[in-house]
C-alpha cells in the first residue's frame, strides 16, 4: 500500500489531504461500497495514475476492478459507455484534457443521448476523468481546459471541483450519478494545499454552485484552479473595503444561474474568472445569463477575465496565459468605478 | 529467418446457391422445423424492407436503410443467440432486431423518426441501432466486460460492415477485446460496398477476418448468404465466449443487393450487370430450394408464407401509422434521469409554443 493511502487508513477516516489525494479517497470508497464502480484508464493500476490518483486501488481492489487498459483513449471512453449500458459504474480516467479528443465522437453521440434515444431503456452512468488546466510547466499538449467542448452538450454534466473537500464530494456525486458526467480535475491544484476532509461518503450536490465567502460590493465567479488567483484577489480588495462574494461555479452543466443572480442581486457588478480561452467560454453562457435574468439589478457591464483566445502557452509563458490576481482586481476595478 | 508467427483463415459454407450442400450439416440444420423458421425470418425482413422502401418513397416514414440480399446475416447471427446475450447492431440490422423480438411497429418507429423506436419492449437490454460507423465495437466490449466481471454466462454479439473494420473504433475495441480476453463475437457484414467505396478500396487485406490476427484473436470467414454457416459459425462462437473461451471475428461475406439507403442511388456508381449477377448468390433462394428438395417445401407453403408475412407488415403499417406524434415533452423526458432545474424554463417554452391538436406538426 502507497505510504499516502496507508496513513489516510491509520488516521481513521479524517485526514488532512490535497486534492489528489482527495481524488483517491472517492475512488476507493465507491469501490469499496458499490461492487458495480470500476475504474479504468491508462497507467491506473500498478502505477496508480500518472498523478498518484488512483495509487493503490489495484493492489486493494484487483486488477479486474482497476484496469489498465491499452492506450486508446476513444475505445476507453467508448467501452466505459458499453459497461454502463450493461449495468456497471466505469469511472474512466483520460490522462489530460489535451488526449481527450479522440473521445468526443463516443461522448457526445453515445454518451450523452444513451438514455434519451433508448426512453430510458438504456443510461450511461459513467464518469470521465481528466487532469486539467495549466500552471505544472508541463508539455505541450497538458494544460488545456476544454471544458466548454463539454458544456455545450444535452445530455452530460461538466463538473469542475475547486478544493480537496469539493473534489472528494463532487467525485461521489458524479460516480452516483445516474448520467454520464464529464469530470476535470485541476492539475495545478492536486498538491497545492491540503485540507481537512472526512472520509464518510458524503457527497456533495451536484447542479449547484457553492457560495465561498459572502460580501456586499461584487460577486467574483470562477471554478476550479482560478478560484486560487480569485480567492486572492478578493483578499487584496478587501484590504482597501471592497467586500467581494465568491462563488465557485463546480458544475458548468447544467448550471445553476439562479445563485448567481441571486448574488448579482445583492452585489449589482459581476466578474466572471476562467482559465479557458475567452470566445464561447462558459464565461459567456453566465453572463449571457446575468443579460436575460439579472439585467435589471446590475450597475456594471459584466467584466470576464478568461486565457486569451490563444494556445495554451508552452511552460514559459503560461503564467502571463492565466489570468493573474492582477487581471482579476483590474476587471473588478472596472466593474466598481463603472458609473 | 526465423517464422515467428503464422495465420490461416478458414472459409465455411453448407449449403450453396443452388441450394447443394456442400457439406454435412450442423445438428441443428437436420431439424427442417428450425430451418423454416429461418426462412420464414428472412422472408418476411425482406417484405419488411420492400414495404419500408416504399414507405419512404410516400414520405410516411424518413430515410431508410435497406437490407436486401444480406438477411442471412442477421438472422443466422441473431438465431444463434439466447435471449440474454445482448445484440449490439449497426443501423442496417433489423433482419437480427426482429429476431430478437423487436417488432416492426418499433423498427418503422425508428426510420419514421421517433425515438420510441429505439426504446422497444422487446429485447430491453439490448443495444439500439448505431449510426456512428463503428462506434458499436467498444460498446460489445465494454458489455462484454461486464458480463465476465459479474461471472455471467452471457456474450456480446456486435455486428458491423465493412467500411466500419477501416475506423479507428474498430481496431481499438478489437484489440481491447482480445487484450482482457472478452465474451465478444463481432460479425463483419462484408456487403463489399460502404456507400459508394467498393471492398477493394477500403483495405488491402486479403480478408477483413484477418484483421482479428493482429488482436490476437480468432478470425474466420464464412459464406454469409448461406443462413446456416451464419448461424453455425455464431453458435460456436458464443458458446465458446460463453466459456471464456474469448472472443471471435467472422467475416461473413454477402452483397449489398440495395442502394445504401434511401437517400443513394447506386447506379451512380456501380454497373447494373454486376448487381444482377449477385443475385444468383443471394440467401433466399438457395435455401427455399434446399427445403425443396429436403424438407418438402411446396408451392402451397411457401405461397401461405408469401402471403403471412405481407399480412403481418401491413399490419405493422397500420399500427405505425396510428402511433399519434410524440408532444414536446419527449425531447426532454429522457435527456436526464430527473431534468436539471436548468432545463425546465426550455420545456416550458417548448411546450407554449407546441402545436395544438389539429394543427400541422413536423
Redesign the interface.
Known amino acids: 500500500m502507497p505510504r499516502a493511502a496507508l496513513r489516510l487508513k491509520l488516521e481513521n477516516q479524517v485526514a488532512e489531504v490535497n486534492l489528489v489525494e482527495a481524488v483517491n479517497l472517492a475512488l476507493a470508497y465507491e469501490l469499496e461500497h458499490d461492487q458495480d464502480v470500476?475504474v479504468l484508464g491508462e497507467d491506473i493500476g500498478v502505477n496508480g495514475g500518472v498523478f498518484r490518483a488512483t495509487a493503490g486501488l489495484q493492489a486493494r481492489f484487483g486488477s479486474?476492478?482497476v484496469?489498465d487498459?491499452?492506450l486508446?483513449e476513444?475505445?476507453i471512453?467508448?467501452?466505459?459507455?458499453?459497461?454502463?449500458?450493461?449495468?456497471?459504474k466505469?469511472v474512466a480516467e483520460i490522462q489530460f484534457t489535451g488526449f481527450i479528443y479522440?473521445t468526443l465522437?463516443?461522448i457526445i453521440?453515445?454518451a450523452s443521448r444513451m438514455?434519451?434515444?433508448?426512453?430510458?431503456?438504456?443510461?450511461c452512468p459513467m464518469v470521465l476523468r481528466a487532469p486539467s488546466g495549466a500552471g505544472i510547466h508541463a508539455p505541450e499538449h497538458h494544460s488545456e481546459s476544454p471544458e466548454t467542448l463539454f458544456a455545450h452538450v444535452?445530455?452530460l454534466r461538466m463538473v469542475i471541483p475547486s478544493s480537496p473537500a469539493r473534489a472528494y464530494g463532487l467525485l461521489l456525486a458524479a460516480i452516483r450519478d445516474?448520467?454520464p458526467v464529464i469530470f476535470f480535475e485541476p492539475t495545478r491544484l492536486y498538491r497545492l494545499f491540503k485540507q481537512q476532509v472526512e472520509d464518510n461518503g458524503e457527497a456533495l450536490p451536484l447542479?449547484a454552485c457553492f457560495v465561498l465567502r459572502e460580501g456586499r460590493d461584487l460577486t467574483l465567479v470562477s471554478w476550479g484552479a482560478m478560484l486560487q488567483e480569485t480567492l486572492a484577489a478578493a483578499d487584496a480588495l478587501a484590504a482597501t473595503g471592497v467586500s467581494a462574494e465568491i462563488i465557485d461555479v463546480a458544475t458548468l452543466k447544467?448550471?445553476?444561474?439562479?445563485v448567481i443572480l441571486e448574488s448579482v442581486a445583492k452585489t449589482g457588478r459581476c466578474v466572471i474568472v476562467h482559465e479557458a480561452p475567452r470566445t464561447v467560454g462558459c464565461g459567456a453562457e453566465i453572463a449571457a445569463g446575468l443579460a436575460e435574468h439579472g439585467l435589471t439589478s446590475l450597475l456594471a457591464p459584466v467584466q470576464r477575465v478568461t486565457g486569451y483566445d490563444v494556445v495554451v502557452p508552452l511552460p514559459r509563458l503560461e503564467n502571463q496565459y492565466m489570468p493573474s490576481v492582477d487581471r482579476i482586481i483590474d476587471a473588478a476595478r472596472k466593474a466598481l468605478e463603472y458609473a | 529467418m526465423t517464422t515467428v508467427a503464422t495465420f490461416e483463415i478458414s472459409y465455411t459454407q453448407f449449403v450453396d446457391a443452388q441450394g447443394e450442400p456442400t457439406q454435412p450439416l450442423p445438428p441443428f440444420a437436420t431439424d427442417p422445423a428450425a430451418l423454416i423458421a429461418l426462412y420464414r425470418a428472412m422472408v418476411a425482413a425482406r417484405a419488411f424492407d420492400a414495404k419500408a422502401i416504399a414507405l419512404q418513397r410516400t414520405g410516411k416514414i424518413g430515410t431508410f436503410a435497406s437490407a436486401l440480399g444480406q438477411e442471412a446475416v442477421g438472422v443466422g447471427a441473431a438465431s444463434a443467440m439466447r435471449p440474454d446475450d445482448?445484440l449490439?447492431p449497426s443501423y442496417r440490422d433489423h433482419p437480427a432486431q426482429f429476431v430478437r423480438g423487436v417488432t416492426m411497429v418499433e423498427s418503422l418507429l425508428y426510420w419514421g423518426g421517433d425515438?420510441?423506436g429505439?426504446?422497444?419492449a422487446g429485447p430491453?437490454?439490448d443495444?439500439?441501432n448505431c449510426?456512428?460507423i463503428a462506434?458499436q465495437?467498444?460498446?460489445?466490449?465494454?458489455?462484454?466486460?461486464?458480463?465476465k466481471?459479474?461471472h455471467e454466462p452471457r456474450a456480446?454479439l456486435c455486428l458491423l460492415g465493412d467500411g466500419g473494420t477501416s475506423r479507428?473504433?474498430f481496431y481499438?475495441?478489437l484489440?481491447?477485446a482480445g487484450?482482457?480476453n472478452v465474451p465478444m463475437v463481432l460479425i463483419v457484414n462484408n456487403n463489399q460496398w460502404a456507400i459508394s467505396v467498393p471492398r477493394s478500396l477500403q483495405s488491402a487485406a486479403k480478408t477483413l477476418a484477418q484483421k482479428a490476427i493482429a488482436a490476437g484473436i480468432e478470425g474466420r470467414q464464412i459464406d454469409g448468404n448461406d443462413v446456416i454457416a451464419v448461424r453455425h459459425a455464431t453458435e460456436e462462437a458464443l458458446a465458446k465466449a460463453r466459456a471464456g473461451g474469448g472472443p471471435t471475428l467472422i467475416e461473413a461475406l454477402t452483397y449489398r443487393l440495395g442502394d445504401h439507403t434511401t437517400a443513394d442511388d447506386a447506379t451512380r456508381y456501380r454497373d447494373v450487370e454486376t448487381v444482377r449477377q449477385q443475385w444468383q448468390f443471394e440467401p433466399i433462394v438457395r435455401l427455399r430450394n434446399y427445403l425443396a428438395r429436403s424438407g418438402g417445401w411446396d408451392k402451397d407453403k411457401e405461397e401461405a408464407l408469401q402471403r403471412e408475412c405481407a399480412e403481418q407488415v401491413s399490419r405493422a403499417v397500420d399500427d405505425y401509422l396510428a402511433v399519434p406524434l410524440p408532444g414536446p415533452d419527449a425531447m426532454f423526458?429522457?435527456?436526464?434521469?430527473t431534468l436539471?432545474?436548468?432545463?425546465e424554463e426550455q420545456r416550458n417554452a417548448a411546450r407554449r409554443f407546441a402545436p395544438q391538436a389539429g394543427e400541422p406538426s413536423g
Open positions: 470500476i479486474d476492478r484496469v487498459t491499452p486508446a476513444a475505445a471512453a467508448g467501452v466505459a459507455i458499453g459497461m454502463a449500458a450493461a449495468g456497471l466505469p479522440p465522437d463516443q453521440n453515445h438514455r434519451h434515444r433508448t426512453r430510458g431503456r438504456l443510461s444535452p445530455g445516474p448520467d447542479d447544467p448550471l445553476d444561474l439562479a | 445482448v449490439v425515438e420510441r429505439s426504446g422497444f430491453r437490454h443495444f439500439a449510426v456512428p462506434t465495437v467498444c460498446h460489445a466490449v465494454g458489455a462484454a466486460y461486464a458480463f466481471l459479474r456480446a479507428g473504433d481499438e475495441g484489440n481491447m487484450v482482457w423526458d429522457y435527456l436526464y434521469a436539471p432545474v436548468a432545463l
